[in-house]
């Protein structure tokens, strides 16, 4: 089982896509993305697949929300100051 989401963001422009997934041992999977949009482009960031899989959807969910939520606030190390473009 699937499932996609999208959640809008406290940056203009800004959302989160997070998609779950039911594996076959009954644990669940995230992945997430954010993608820009500004009048001149849209800018799409995949995030890095965690190896790490999750009791419930709901657990898998929050991870992948804190993950993007983390980069578009610019507070992963290897990120160069987040969203910048569309931190309020």
Known sequence: MIHREKVPTAWAGCEISVVTERLGDGRWAVVAGISQTTP?????????????????????????????????????????????AANP
């Open 40 to 84: 001149e482009h849209t800018r799409t960031i995949d995030l890095p697949v965690p190896s790490e899989t999750f009791a419930t959807e709901d657990e898998a969910k929050a991870h992948g929300m804190l993950q993007a939520e983390q980069l578009a606030r610019g507070e992963h190390a290897e990120d160069r100051g987040g969203l910048s």
